[in-house]
C-alpha cells in the first residue's frame, strides 16, 4: 500500500510538470518568434475543445457504457443558446454558460427519458438519430431563432472584469483551464458513489440492479450530466468561432468524438486526452498528406483497433484481493486467466482445467 | 390521387433499394452482433462501379443496353462481394473475440478509409449515368404513368429477397446461417462451420448492397462520393426498425421507410425529409424496443 502510495506521488509530481510545460507553450512560441505559432496555438485549441467534449463524452460512453453517437446534439444546443442569448438579448458569454448547460441538459433528459432503457445498439441508432434530427431542425430554421443553413454571426468575444479574450493565446487557457476543470471534476464523479454505481452497471445492469442500484436514474443522470457539459464546449465554441453553423455539428463529428473514446481506452480519462491529441492533433501535423489525410486516419483506426482492442489506455479493473497462494497459481496459468475479461469468450476450458493443475 | 399513386410507387422503389442495403447489414449483424458501418460505402462502390462499366468503358454502347445493364449487374455484384470480403478478412476477423466497441470502431475507420478511397479515385463532384443509357418510357396503367426503371428498380429488388428467402429457408447453408445468428457458440457446437457461415453473409451482403448502388445509379441519374454515408444510415435504421437481426423485417423496415420518406417530403415537407426516418425509428423504439419483428432470441446483457 504504501508503495502504491509512493509512485502515486511520482507520478503526480512528473503530471505536474508536464501541466507547467504545456502552459507555457504560448509564451515559448512567442520567444522563438514562431510565425505559425499561432495556428498550432489554434490547432491546440481545438485539441482542447474536442478533450473536453470527449471527457463529457466519456462519462456517458465510458463511465455508463451507453453507446452514444449523437454528442454533437447537445454540443450544438449549447453553442445557439449562447449564441442566441448573446446576439438577440445581448447577454455577456459567461452569463450564458449555465443557460447552455441547463439548454443541453434539459434537451438530453427530454429525449433520454423514454431512450434510455434501449439495448446497446439500438441506443446507437437512435442517438445518431437525435444528431440527425438536431441538424435538421437547425438548418430549417427551427423557432425562426437559428438562422437556417447559414446559421448565427457576430458573436461576442467572452469577457473577463473588462478584459475580452480574442487573440488564441487568450483562448488557449480559456479552453484548457476548462479541460482541466473537466478532468477534475469527473475524477471525483468516476471515484464517488455515482462513479462506482456507473461502473457497476457498465458491468452488469441486471446484477447492478438486483443489488438495488436505480439503474435507470443513474444512466439518465449520466446522459444528462454529460450532455449539460458538452452544452458548455458549446459556449466557448460559440465565443471562439463568433458563428454557428449547422455544418459544425454533424454525424462526423459524434464518430471523431466517439472514436477518440474507444481510442484512448473507454472510461480512462488519460486515455481520452491522448486520445484527442491523436485524432484531433495528428491529422494536422500530417498536413502535407492533404486529402489523403482522412484516408490514412481511417486505416489507422482499423490498425489501431486490431493491435489495442482496449484502446490506448483501458481502464483499471476493480482488482479482488486474492491470497497469496491463489495469486501464484494465476501467475502460473498464464493465458488462460487473461482472457475472463472478455465476456464472449467460452471460457468453459479453463474452468475445467484449473481443479486438474490444483 | 395519380399524384398519391406516383408518389406511392416512388416510395416502394425507394424503400426496394434501403431493404436490399438493409438485408447486408441485418444478416452481419445477425452473425456476428456486429454493425457494419463500411456497408455504405460498399454501396457506394457498387453505384461507381456501375458508372465505371456503363459510362466511362461505354458497355452500353457497344453490347445494346439490356445486355450491358444484365452484365453489369453481375459484374458489379461479384466485384463487391471481392470488397466485402476483403473486409471482413482485414478489419473485422482479427476483432472476432475481441470487445464490441472494438469492431465498431474498426468498422467506423474501414468506412472513412473507403469513403475517402472513392472520393480519391472518382472526385469529390457529382457523376451523372446518362439518360439516353437505358431506353426509359412510360408505362401507362389505367392511367398512370411509370417509368420503367421504377418498375426495373422495384422489380429486381423483390425478385433479389424473395431468391434470398428462398435460400435462407430451404438450402443447408441458410439453416446455418440462422442457426449461427440464434447462437454462435450453439451453432458451433452443432458443427456449423460459423466462419464459413461469415464468410457467405460477407458474400451476399455486400453483392445485394452493391445491387442496390447500382440500382441508385440508374434511377437517380447521379451519383456523389457521399452517397454511402447517406444511404447506409438510413438502411440501417431500416434493419433496426425491421428488427435487426432478423430477415423479413430488414425488407418491411426498407419499404415502410421508403414509403414514409417520400410521402413525408410529398405531403409534409421537403426540407425534414431525412428527419422522418429518424423521428419514426424513435416513435418505433419507443413502442417497440427491439423492432418491429424481433429476434426470437432476447439477448442477455
Not at chain 1, 145 to 158: D, E, M, S
Not at chain 1, 186 to 195: A, D, I, M
Not at chain 2, 177 to 195: C, E, H, T
Not at chain 2, 258 to 279: H, N, Q, R
Request: charged share 10%; proline share 3%; hydrophobic share 55%.
Amino acid at each position: 500500500m504504501k508503495n502504491h502510495h509512493h509512485a502515486n506521488w511520482k507520478a503526480n509530481l512528473a503530471i505536474g510538470a508536464l501541466l507547467l510545460i504545456f502552459m507555457l507553450i504560448p509564451w515559448f512560441f512567442n520567444a522563438i518568434g514562431l510565425k505559425t505559432g499561432p495556428y498550432w496555438l489554434d490547432v491546440l485549441n481545438t485539441v482542447g475543445l474536442y478533450t473536453m467534449l470527449a471527457l463529457s463524452l466519456n462519462v456517458i460512453l465510458g463511465y455508463a457504457g451507453m453507446f452514444h453517437m449523437g454528442h454533437a446534439a447537445f454540443f450544438a444546443v449549447g453553442a445557439y443558446t449562447t449564441a442566441i442569448l448573446n446576439l438577440n438579448f445581448g447577454w455577456s458569454i459567461f452569463a450564458t454558460i449555465p443557460v447552455a448547460a441547463l439548454a443541453a441538459g434539459l434537451l438530453a433528459a427530454i429525449i433520454a427519458g423514454p431512450i434510455i432503457h434501449l439495448r446497446g445498439d439500438y441506443l446507437l441508432i437512435v442517438t445518431i438519430g437525435i444528431v440527425e434530427i438536431t441538424r435538421i431542425a437547425l438548418t430549417n430554421d427551427i423557432f425562426g431563432l437559428t438562422g437556417g443553413p447559414n446559421g448565427l454571426v457576430g458573436i461576442a468575444r467572452p469577457n473577463i472584469f473588462g478584459f475580452r479574450l480574442s487573440k488564441p493565446h487568450h483562448f488557449f487557457y480559456f479552453i484548457w483551464i476548462m479541460v482541466g476543470i473537466s478532468y477534475v471534476l469527473f475524477n471525483f464523479l468516476e471515484n464517488s458513489r455515482f462513479g462506482r454505481a456507473l461502473k457497476y452497471i457498465k458491468e452488469d445492469a441486471v446484477a447492478a440492479e438486483n443489488m438495488g442500484v436505480n439503474t435507470t436514474l443513474y444512466k439518465l443522470l449520466a446522459f444528462v450530466l454529460g450532455s449539460g457539459w458538452a452544452g458548455v464546449a458549446g459556449t466557448i465554441y460559440a465565443s471562439q468561432m463568433r458563428t454557428v453553423s449547422p455544418d459544425s455539428f454533424t454525424f462526423d463529428e459524434s464518430v471523431l468524438l466517439f472514436t477518440i473514446v474507444i481510442l484512448g481506452g473507454s472510461g480512462n480519462q488519460k486515455g481520452v486526452l491522448l486520445g484527442s491529441f491523436m485524432v484531433i492533433g495528428l491529422p494536422e501535423i500530417f498536413r502535407n498528406f492533404q486529402d489523403k489525410r482522412l484516408l490514412v486516419f481511417g486505416a489507422a483506426l482499423v490498425l489501431m483497433m486490431i493491435f489495442r482492442p482496449e484502446g490506448l489506455f483501458p481502464p483499471k479493473a476493480a482488482k479482488l484481493k486474492l491470497s497469496e497462494a491463489w495469486s501464484a497459481k494465476i501467475e502460473g496459468e498464464g493465458d488462460s486467466f487473461s482472457d475472463a475479461s472478455s465476456d464472449r469468450k467460452f471460457t468453459g476450458d479453463n474452468l475445467d482445467a484449473s481443479p486438474k493443475e490444483a | 390521387m395519380m399524384e398519391f399513386l406516383e408518389q406511392l410507387t416512388n416510395g416502394l422503389a425507394r424503400g426496394g433499394i434501403y431493404a436490399l442495403i438493409a438485408l447486408g447489414y441485418t444478416m452481419v449483424y445477425g452473425v456476428m452482433k456486429l454493425i457494419n458501418f463500411a456497408h455504405g460505402e460498399l454501396f457506394a462502390l457498387g453505384a461507381y462501379l456501375g458508372y465505371c462499366l456503363l459510362v466511362t468503358t461505354n458497355l452500353a454502347g457497344s453490347l445494346g443496353p439490356y445486355l450491358a445493364i444484365g452484365l453489369t449487374i453481375i459484374m458489379v455484384m461479384g466485384l463487391v462481394s471481392l470488397a466485402g470480403h476483403v473486409l471482413e478478412r482485414v478489419a473485422y476477423r482479427p476483432l472476432r473475440h475481441a470487445d464490441r466497441l472494438a469492431a465498431v470502431v474498426s468498422a467506423l475507420g474501414a468506412s472513412i478509409f473507403l469513403q475517402n478511397a472513392i472520393m480519391l479515385v472518382w472526385g469529390a463532384r457529382f457523376r451523372a449515368f446518362g439518360s439516353n443509357l437505358f431506353p426509359n418510357f412510360l408505362i401507362t396503367i389505367g392511367g398512370l404513368k411509370i417509368p420503367l426503371i421504377r418498375i426495373v428498380v422495384l422489380a429486381s429488388a423483390l425478385l433479389v429477397m424473395w431468391a434470398l428467402r428462398i435460400f435462407i429457408h430451404r438450402s443447408r447453408m441458410g439453416l446455418a446461417i440462422r442457426a449461427a445468428a440464434i447462437d454462435q457458440k450453439a451453432a458451433k457446437l452443432m458443427g456449423v462451420d460459423v466462419r464459413q457461415v461469415i464468410t457467405v453473409v460477407f458474400i451476399i451482403g455486400p453483392a445485394l448492397g452493391g445491387l442496390a448502388g447500382l440500382l441508385v445509379g440508374l434511377y437517380y441519374g447521379q451519383i456523389n462520393f457521399n452517397i454511402g454515408q447517406l444511404y447506409g444510415l438510413k438502411a440501417f435504421t431500416a434493419a433496426i426498425i425491421g428488427g435487426i437481426g432478423n430477415i423479413t423485417g430488414a425488407m418491411v423496415g426498407g419499404l415502410l421507410l421508403g414509403l414514409i420518406e417520400t410521402l413525408g417530403a410529398g405531403y409534409i415537407s421537403v426540407g425534414w425529409k431525412d428527419a422522418f426516418t429518424f423521428v419514426v425509428l424513435i416513435l418505433i423504439l419507443i413502442v417497440r424496443p427491439t423492432g418491429l419483428l424481433p429476434e426470437r432470441v432476447v439477448e442477455k446483457l
